[in-house]
């Protein structure tokens, strides 16, 4: 991602993603893949063209261009050029008539957009519109990740900014016939095809083991050696005695990989002590070192933050009299967004509601080009833990002066909003202004005064609480009625002592008062994205894809095999939310309710940051951007300063703005995944003391190498390897999710209720082994919705 400009400045450094793909069964032992992992299945690539260059085929011969392909069709690059230069997204009709093609010639068009589409440079929406997407390099990092339907094989790059999961590119044999083997790294270099198809050329052979690791000290005889916290690393790298000295066992440490000897193990060197591994704290630090999240700043940085002021009334509206208030979780570090509703006056809006949602005004204080601006593009977001956050800005601001504390002034932008009785929005209007926050509220309190429970009392007017929830049934009508997707996910949270250690993992418990906010940000959010359109500026807009059409079959495949309806799509049919809704409500009162909402979300594409609006396909929404949380995204700051900017500073735009929003992306993806990695070993920590126990496990995913278990009261995770299993030689069906005995006819399938033992726990790594208890083997899923077939039974 050279040359990334948000503002007047260049990222200091590219931040890799995270690898989230599925790991091929020889590498699989002891692996688990996280149930929310829901964007690493790789797509079959198709039987392509020959290439538009000269290449190399598996036969070593070479070959020119497709002589067959339409001569009147644009080429792919002459396609992308058109789509970039054009920020809305596009049909297939009004594509072929900016080139000058007939009907006849869009069959072909559709498939070389889908075929573009596949390599990640164009963006498909939900209502089959393209938009440009990630501009791919001449070369780039790739690496070995299975076989397409035809045999050859595959690659991924090794870090993608792009929409959804990285594509998969089919391997152009070496001229030296090297046969690279599964997870090796290649700098490979792109070919596109006439038919718009991409392929990737190795060009040389990459150090496949990182040079940084991060994980656990163990004593020796030699010295000691380092246990990577990496579950796909299996190796151990020996530390020499005077590297060792001093280090105790147990130690969590960063260590450099050394040049391995022609005979012996890997050697490393150690580069930073982390703490003891059993030290409260310690999750975090391993977690936070592991997945480079930058976690202390310039002093340059600190001193920008030091120096900063509050604000007065000088160009801007006094609201200090408007009962605006925060609400927020227990533990909330920062408060970034208040609120106040009242019912609207306007006689010709009977029924409906005045909303202010004022947010904090960090654009004041982070001007663009300073060292403050540069350090928040670089971090991207802030990254939350059980016991600490990473903040995106410092705590003189984060905590301080951009915080909305009660009875302070503080600077905000206002987002003056009306809507009818049925929560459609009418007009909306933006306002730098001075606010003071009536009160902190958190989410149970105000959902215990609004159930009257006993004993729960606010420092708010009964009437200004009634306001706020008559203005949230408004908009949750409006939500309803525009169908957006209705997922019911359980959430976790860890519960820590007083020295910070972990007690427990609970449910989160969502509540009204949860939605309400909710849905008051989201109005916000579109209003932000209509003013910036209706003033013809560039905008930071937050993206969300329809599914793909392959996850949607696996998805149906599943669902047919419940004798659940819903998923059977007519020829050429725009899938909507709503589709999903009517799954997800026929299963509501099923056993079978938790895997079905894992597998809708797990079928669900990425939501990304992007400069091309294509809408937001979860929210049923036409256009979408993030403004209501400037302390911890910086994707919400480059829409506030958007909004803010003053008359005679050009807005930034083009390539500088798709660069940051391919960056805060991939930093977004990186924050969910490593606080994933924290929960995990969270749960891990806490099971350590509990093998050999006893539970009632769900099973939710399957392999070649065994079936994924989850634990319904911490949500923990893990795999039953298939050498446990009662003896046979079972068959994986990918289709049907399940694993097939083929002398016993035992089988294992998605969604099934098993008994599991729990075999080993590594904290360190977060991983969870099971074995199935005794000689028990899954229980029949829940039949209500098997269409007159009678009992399903397994064996």
């Known amino acids: 991602m050279p040359g990334l400009v948000p503002g007047n400045h260049v990222f200091r450094s590219q931040i890799k993603g995270v690898d989230g793909r599925a790991r091929p069964a020889g590498q699989a032992r002891g692996l688990k893949a996280h149930r929310h992992d829901v964007f690493g299945l790789g797509l079959m690539a198709k039987k392509r063209a020959p290439a538009k260059r000269l290449e190399r085929s598996r036969s070593g011969d070479r070959h020119r261009a497709d002589p067959t392909r339409n001569p009147g069709l644009p080429s792919p690059e002459a396609l992308l050029e058109f789509l970039r230069a054009n920020p809305e997204a596009l049909g297939t009709r009004e594509i072929a008539r900016a080139f000058g093609l007939g009907s006849s010639d869009q069959p072909a068009l559709r498939a070389m ?33 299975g076989n397409d339907a035809d045999g050859f094989p595959l690659v991924r790059p090794v870090s993608w900014p792009g929409p959804e999961e990285a594509p998969l590119f089919r391997l152009v044999e070496s001229a030296a016939g ?17 038919s718009g198809e991409t392929e990737a050329e190795p060009v040389r052979r990459l150090d496949t083991p990182e040079s940084r690791i991060v994980g656990v000290f163990r004593r020796t005889r030699d010295g000691g050696e380092v246990i990577p916290a990496d579950r796909r690393d299996k190796s151990e790298y020996q530390v020499l005695g005077h590297d060792a000295a001093g280090l105790p066992e147990g130690e969590l440490v960063v260590a450099e990989a050394l040049p391995s000897r022609r005979f012996g193990g890997k050697r490393a060197r150690i580069v930073e002590r982390l703490g003891p591994a059993d030290a409260p704290g310690s999750i975090s630090r391993l977690t936070i070192a592991a997945f480079e999240i930058p976690s202390e ?41 208040a609120v106040w509703a009242e019912a609207d006056a306007d006689p010709e809006n009977r029924g409906g509601w005045h909303i202010v949602v004022a947010i904090a005004d960090v654009g004041h204080y982070v001007q663009p080009g300073s060292a403050l601006d540069c350090e928040a593009a670089h971090r991207g977001n802030s990254v939350y833990f059980p016991d600490r956050v990473v903040p995106m800005l410092p705590e003189a601001l984060s905590n301080d002066l ?12 206002a987002a003056h909003l009306w809507v009818d009785a049925n929560g459609r929005k009418r007009r909306h209007r933006f306002e730098r202004a001075l606010m003071r926050s009536a009160a902190r509220l958190t989410y149970e309190a105000v959902q215990a005064a609004r159930d009257s429970q006993p004993g729960a009392l606010l420092p708010l007017l009964p009437e200004r609480l009634e306001a706020l929830y008559g203005a949230f049934g408004a908009l949750d009508r409006a939500r309803r009625a525009r169908g957006a997707l209705e997922l019911d996910l359980t959430e976790h949270r860890v519960v ?35 003013e910036l359109e209706a003033r013809h500026q560039p905008c930071m807009y937050r993206v969300h894809d329809a599914p793909a059409p392959e996850k949607l079959d696996a998805l149906r495949d599943f669902l047919d095999e419940l004798g659940i309806p819903g998923l059977a799509l007519a020829k050429g049919q725009v899938i909507r939310p709503g589709l999903f809704n009517r799954v997800l409500e026929k299963a509501r009162h099923t056993s ?52 803010t900017a003053p008359a005679g500073r050009p807005p930034i735009s083009g390539e500088p703005l798709a660069a940051i929003a391919d960056h805060i992306s991939m930093t977004e993806r990186r924050a969910a995944s490593a606080e ?79 008994t599991v033992r729990l075999a080993e726990a590594d904290p360190i790594g977060g991983r969870l082994l099971f074995r199935l208890e005794g000689d028990s083997f899954a229980q029949p899923r829940f039949t209500g919705f098997r269409r007159g077939r009678g009992p399903h039974r397994r064996g």
């Open 297 to 337: 700043f310039p002093h340059t940085v600190l001193a920008e933050a030091a120096a900063a002021r509050p604000v007065d009334l000088t160009g801007r509206a006094d609201l200090r009299d408007l009962a605006l208030v925060t609400i927020d979780g227990e533990d909330a570090r920062d408060f970034d967004d």
């Open 113 to 145: 957009l889908r075929a573009v589409a596949r390599s990640g440079e164009l963006v498909r929406g939900g209502d089959r519109r393209f938009a440009a997407g990630a501009s791919l390099p001449e070369m780039m990092p790739v690496e070995r990740s």
């Open 178 to 194: 090297e046969e690279l083997p599964e997870g090796a790294r290649v700098l490979a270099r792109l070919i596109r095809r006439e």
């Open 496 to 530: 820590l002592d007083a020295e910070r250690r972990p007690i427990a993992i609970v449910p989160r418990h969502r509540l009204d008062s949860h939605r309400l906010i909710e849905e008051f940000m989201i109005l916000a959010n579109v209003a932000a994205a209509e």
């Open 402 to 413: 951009c915080s909305l504390k009660p009875d302070e002034d503080r600077a905000c932008v």
């Open 592 to 643: 079978e309710a938790p895997i079905i909402n894992e597998l809708v979300l797990r079928s669900q594409a990425q939501a990304v940051y992007s400069p091309n609006n294509i809408g937001h396909f979860g929210l049923a929404l036409p256009r979408y951007a993030h403004f209501t949380s400037p302390i911890r995204r910086y994707a919400d700051l480059v829409v506030h300063r958007a909004l």
């Open 676 to 754: 994933r990695a924290a929960l995990d070993r969270y749960r891990a920590t806490l099971l350590s003391a509990a093998i050999g126990t006893v539970y009632q496990a769900r099973i939710t995913g399957v392999a070649p190498f065994g079936f994924f278990v989850s634990l319904p009261e911490s949500g923990a995770d893990g795999l039953v390897p298939i050498s446990t299993l009662p003896s046979d030689y079972y068959d994986h069906d990918p289709r049907k999710h399940r694993l097939v005995g083929r002398r016993s006819g035992r089988q294992f399938a998605l969604g099934d209720a098993v």
